[in-house]
Each structure stands twice: as structure tokens, then as C-alpha cells.
């Protein structure tokens, strides 16, 4: 029964052994093409009228189906067929083979599907089934023969009831259209006379929805491989004015072929100002067509079209409702009107996520409120944003507007950064929110501050570095500041000479500061003692000086005690010889030796003296650095030992001499 490939009816005439008609060569085909809107379907259906008996059939057999070459070149086609003799015919085939045999009786009508594919065993035999012996109902009735694709899957339908289904390698028709015919097969004569079939909505699958064939082409010709010396004499034909409603039989008109038996019925008119959809179309009679209509229409980018209303006016089948998408039936020329309600945006812009209500569309004319969620937004620890205002004027945090146009408002912010100055030790003055760019003057209030006898935490630097207790700094960001102070114990330097013995300082240089000795020392800290000031002489003595707790601390100084002896210079005896000297301050003295020839002058800056020793003549002397002097001096027990051998020297040349006149 293929369109074109008439192996249905040469199968099952084989499996009867009809030898008898085996040179019945005809496949005479006539019924009607789809147009080219059905195209590229996933199935077809169509209404068929069962007509039994036909007129006693003896040549040939009858078969009225609809069917479509796939885009892999397999062929699917469902429909009833009509036997030419009583006869057990194999009701079930597939490319295993066939199942059980059922007797038919010449002249019945059974529904029946087949497929052919492209190759292996169903390309060249009957694969599919047939229906039970009359199966299609009494004379007269229509019944509905449908096939259609879910995936690569094909099934089969009579009357809404699945008959079959078989997997192929596709799963759509690609360029091939649907037909809908009536056949004479296996014929070798073209006199066999058929009454005429009816056939009606024809449709075909496309998009997961039924469409009906908009356009009807003739067709009257044969199958590919069957002889074509005898005139093909059966024909097509529509029924009165009814669109989609055919009918093929003997006696019939012929028709040159890819005449248009019918167009689409009626018009659909679609009005909108907006969104491109006007329109008018022509339709199938009584078919069902979707109209769907934007929700939104962006006009610009602050204005837009909102979906109102169809209105529908020219038949029982118009739609006037309020949903976008609807269903209108075609039993007249019909015409849908799209109604829109114009909004308008209202932006509130704001600068920070979510600190404004009130943005969005809104209907022309409508009214609308906007406002600020919170005065102030903290964004993060340290900075905020401060509402001053809206960019209309309006000062409040809310406020009305009337929406006739695009508006834009937008709040007015104003950035404070937070200072925030902080001590362990005392109150800061200062810290707050600033606006950005303005100054803010942080302050100590104690810069001292005592934590005991003898102890104090005193200021020392900010952490930013500045080491004034009171500062000027520009708030452009949050400025976290501390207050740095220095633990200080409170010490007593006690001079000590280069013996340990104290002596008596009041006036030191600790770190190129003058301190009377008693004096706060960071704690930890390495201080040099410059120097000391004593008998006014400045000593320098760089000593380092640790101040870990209250304390004395001594400290030697470069002052000695000086010792000069005296004695005379033949017998080492002690003698009291007049020392006269010049210290480091510049002061001098005049000092005896004393009886004992000992004089010691006690603490001496760096133990410094320059002068002289006199008796009966004069001698210098120099001390430094607790050095001691021994002098030795002419004594008058010398310049009598002397004199007593200067004249017994004087005696002894006077003898020499007077005995040399002898």
C-alpha cells in the first residue's frame, strides 16, 4: 500500500498464493498532496468513510490510507484495506517474521499500518498489521487513522486508540508531505469501479500540536515500479463547499494533478499599536488558532507598553479576555484587538543596595511613594553615608509624586568617616563621625598620669607618629589613632668618686637634658649620662642608665682625691714645701706639705691640677686621674751638707796648693 510501492497487497497476495493475478502489474494512486505548510511533520491524521461492500471486488484489491515518506526514506502509512477473497491473511509482521493467521471474508474492510524502511527485511515485505476480519465498522461510518512521532518512536492510532508502534531511525518527515488516498492494487485492469470513499480533516503533527492541512493538492497517478500503459481513470474531488472534505471513487471528474482542492476557510485580523503583531491570515473552517500577545513592550528604556486586554469581534469563536494567550476558533472571518496600558519607570537611583522603596513601572497617571529606608547607612566600621535631601528638593524622607512621564529622583548622601582615638591611660578628646574633608583636633587630657610612688605612664606619641599630645589631622577615610604613653619610675642619681665615696651633684646631663638627679626614666630604656657638673667643672662620662624601677642608682664620677709628698732631695726626708696649683675649673690654691711632706687634696674633677712646689727653688708638677707626686726639694739640711763640701773642698785645694810652694 506505500505510496509508489505497492508491497502490502503484492505480500499478502504471495502469502494466499494467488497465482492466478500474479501479473497484475497496477498500482493506480488518487486522493490528495498536503501543501507545503506540512512539511517537516512528526505525523498525519485523517477521517475516512468505510464503504463495504465495493461493488463485489475481483481484480485487485482496495485500500483508502494516509502515509508520508520520512526524511531517512522509510515510509509509514495506516489506513483500512478491503481483501478481493475469502482467505487467511497474517494479521501481525515485523522483520522476524509474521504471527497467526486470520480468515477474512472477501469484501470486508479492516484497518491496517505498515512500514517499509530504507533496508534489511522491511524494506521488501509487509511489516506491520491488520485488523480483525471487519474491523473498521458498518458501511458508511468515518473513521479516524492517525500515525505520529514521539522521538524516534512511531505509533500508530485508529480512532484514538493505539493499533502499533515500531522505532525507526527518525523521527520527522524532513522536505516530504503527507497524502491522503484511496488505491486499487495488484490490478491488471483499470474497469474495477470503487464507490466513492469520503475523507475529511486532514491534519498533520507538527510543534506537539494538530494542525489542519491548509492547502489541498490533487494527485492521480501510480505507485514507483507498477506498469503505467493503462490510463489511470480514478479521481479526487471536493465535497460541495466544505473545505477539507474530499472524496475518491470511479466516475469522478479527473483533475490535472496539483490542482488546489481547497484554501484556508477564514481570516484572522490582529490590531495592536505596539509589538508588530498586526496581521491578517487565513485559517483553516472551524480550526483552532492561538493568538498570543506580549506581556511587555519596551517603548524606551523608561517607558512601556503593558498587555490590557483582546478584544475580539466577528464570530462565537473571538476571544475578548484579559490573558495574553488564548485560543480562537475559526467560524467566521474574526478580528482580535489588543488593548495596552502605557507605564512609565520611576527610578529611584540610589548609591548603596537596597536604601531606597518606591523604583519601578507604574501605570500612567497613577500615584506614586518613594522613600529612603533608613536616614543614615552604616557601610562599614568606620565610614556611613548621612541623608540630606532628594534631588527634587524634597527634604523629607518620603514623598509623593505623580506619574505622568519617566522621573528620576535620586537621594542626596552625605559621607562621614568615623575618628576614633583611643588610650589606656587617659581620656582622648576628639573622637567622633567628621564629614569627609573636614578637620578633626585630637587632644590627651592627662599626658601624665600617676600609677603609684614613683611611677607614671607619660604621652609619648600618637601611633601615626605625631608626638604632640594635641593634633590637627583631615578626615578623608576612618582614621584610628592611639594614644602611646611610656611607663617612667622615678630615680636619684647618686655621684659617687672614682672611690665609692658620694659626693655631692645637682646638676646632670641625662640625654642632652639638664636633671638636679632626681628625675622619671622611661622604663627599659637606655639613657647616657652625658655628663655632671662638679666644683664647675662639666665632666663628660656617658655612662648608660637603666631605669626598670624606683631606685638610687650611682653613678662614679671622674673625680680623685690628689696626694703630693715632698722631701729633700739628698736624704729623702720629709719636708713642708709651699705647693701652689691650678684645677680644671680654673680656681687655684696654695697649699703647704706640712711637717710630714704629705699633702692630699680630696675629690678633684678628673683629679686635675697643674702648679708648683717651692722651698728654696721652684719645681712644677702635674697630676691627673688620682695620680700620685713625689717632689723633691733642696732642704737647708742639703744646702748645709753642701756647703760643708764645698769647703772641704775649698780646704783640701788650699792644702794642695801650699804644698805645692813648698
Known amino acids: 500500500m506505500r505510496e509508489f510501492k ?104 479492516e484497518w491496517f499500518y505498515e512500514y517499509f524502511t530504507t533496508s534489511g527485511p ?21 473513521n479516524n487513522y492517525s500515525f505520529f512521532s514521539v522521538g524516534n518512536n512511531w505509533y500508530f492510532k485508529v480512532n484514538d486508540k493505539i493499533v502499533g508502534e515500531v522505532g525507526l531511525n527518525t523521527g520527522r518527515s524532513g522536505a516530504n508531505l503527507p497524502v491522503a488516498f484511496g488505491e486499487v492494487a495488484n490490478a491488471s485492469t483499470n474497469t474495477q469501479n470503487v464507490s466513492d470513499v469520503g475523507f475529511y480533516n486532514f491534519t498533520f503533527y ?10 489541498g493538492f490533487s494527485y492521480i497517478g501510480y505507485g514507483v515500479g507498477s506498469q503505467s500503459a493503462l490510463p489511470n481513470r480514478y479521481g479526487v474531488a471536493e465535497v460541495g463547499n466544505l473545505t477539507n472534505y474530499f472524496k475518491v471513487g470511479s466516475g469522478i471528474n479527473q483533475l490535472i494533478n496539483n490542482t488546489e482542492l481547497w484554501n484556508v476557510g477564514y481570516s484572522l485580523t490582529i490590531n ?22 506580549p506581556s511587555t513592550i519596551l517603548l524606551s528604556s523608561t517607558s512601556r507598553a503593558i498587555f490590557y486586554k483582546w478584544i475580539g469581534t466577528g464570530g ?14 475559526m467560524n467566521g472571518n474574526i478580528k482580535e484587538t489588543v488593548q495596552w496600558t502605557t507605564q512609565y519607570q520611576l527610578n529611584i537611583s ?32 568606620g565610614q556611613r553615608e548621612i541623608f540630606t535631601g532628594w534631588s527634587n528638593g524634597n527634604m523629607n524622607l518620603s514623598g509623593n509624586v505623580v506619574v505622568e512621564g519617566p522621573i528620576d529622583i535620586h537621594p542626596i548622601w552625605k559621607t562621614e568617616y568615623y575618628v576614633n582615638a583611643t588610650s589606656s591611660f587617659s581620656k582622648i578628646l576628639g573622637s567622633g563621625w567628621y564629614p569627609k574633608g573636614s578637620y578633626a583636633q585630637l587632644s590627651v587630657q592627662n599626658t601624665t598620669v600617676y600609677s603609684g610612688i614613683g611611677e607614671r605612664h607619660v604621652f609619648s606619641n600618637w601611633s601615626s607618629g605625631v608626638d604632640l599630645s594635641t593634633q590637627q589631622v583631615q578626615v578623608n577615610g576612618p582614621i584610628y589613632e592611639t594614644a602611646n604613653f611610656m611607663q617612667q619610675y622615678l630615680v636619684n642619681l647618686q655621684a659617687q668618686n672614682a672611690y665609692g665615696k658620694n659626693i655631692d651633684i645637682n646638676k646632670f646631663v641625662i640625654g642632652n637634658k639638664t636633671t638636679n638627679g632626681t628625675v622619671f626614666l622611661d622604663s627599659g630604656r637606655k639613657y647616657i649620662l652625658n655628663s655632671a657638673y662638679y666644683k664647675g667643672v662639666e665632666m663628660i662620662t656617658n655612662i648608660p642608665i637603666f631605669a626598670n624601677s624606683t631606685a638610687i642608682i650611682n ?37 703647704y706639705s706640712g711637717p710630714n711632706g704629705t699633702l692630699t687634696l680630696y675629690n678633684i674633677p678628673y683629679g686635675y691640677l697643674n702648679g708648683t712646689v717651692e722651698l728654696f727653688a721652684s719645681q712644677r708638677i702635674y697630676a691627673q686621674s688620682g695620680s700620685n707626686i713625689s717632689v723633691s726639694v733642696l732642704s737647708v739640711a742639703d744646702f748645709v751638707v753642701i756647703l760643708i763640701v764645698f769647703m772641704a773642698i775649698l780646704a783640701y785645694a788650699a792644702r794642695r796648693l801650699l804644698r805645692g810652694k813648698k
Open 350 to 381: 540610589g548609591n548603596y543596595s537596597s536604601d531606597v522603596k518606591g523604583q519601578g513601572w507604574y501605570d500612567s497617571g497613577s500615584n506614586a511613594t518613594y522613600s529612603v529606608i533608613a536616614p543614615v547607612i552604616n557601610l562599614t566600621n
Open 6 to 109: 505497492p508491497v502490502l497487497y503484492l505480500a499478502l497476495i504471495i502469502l494466499i498464493g494467488l497465482t492466478s493475478i500474479s501479473n497484475a502489474q497496477y498500482w493506480f494512486q488518487f486522493g490528495v498532496r498536503a501543501g507545503q505548510s506540512a512539511s517537516d511533520n512528526n505525523g498525519a491524521s485523517v477521517w475516512i468513510q468505510t464503504i463495504t461492500p465495493q461493488n463485489n471486488i475481483t481484480i485487485g484489491s482496495l485500500g483508502f490510507w494516509t502515509g508520508e515518506t520520512l526524511a531517512d526514506g522509510s515510509f509509514v502509512q495506516i489506513g483500512y484495506v478491503m481483501e478481493n477473497q475469502t482467505g487467511n491473511y497474517p494479521t501481525y509482521c515485523n522483520a522476524t517474521g509474521c504471527s497467526q493467521n486470520n480468515l477474512f471474508n472477501r469484501g470486508d474492510a
Open 555 to 591: 653613678v662614679k664620677m671622674p673625680v680623685y682625691n690628689e696626694t703630693i709628698r715632698t722631701k729633700d732631695m739628698l736624704f729623702q726626708f720629709p719636708v713642708n714645701a709651699l705647693v701652689s696649683v691650678t684645677f680644671a675649673n680654673t680656681t687655684e690654691g696654695r697649699f
Open 316 to 329: 462565537s469563536g473571538a476571544y475578548s479576555g484579559y490573558s495574553n494567550y488564548s485560543t480562537v476558533l
Open 122 to 142: 522491511c524494506e521488501n515485505q509487509f511489516c506491520g498489521a491488520i485488523g480483525s476480519p471487519g474491523s473498521v465498522g458498518r458501511s458508511g461510518t468515518y
Open 206 to 215: 507538527k510543534s506537539n500540536q494538530w494542525m489542519q492541512v491548509d492547502k
Open 272 to 293: 495592536s499599536p505596539y509589538g508588530k503583531l498586526n496581521n491578517t491570515q487565513m485559517y483553516n473552517a472551524y480550526s483552532s488558532v492561538f493568538i498570543d500577545s
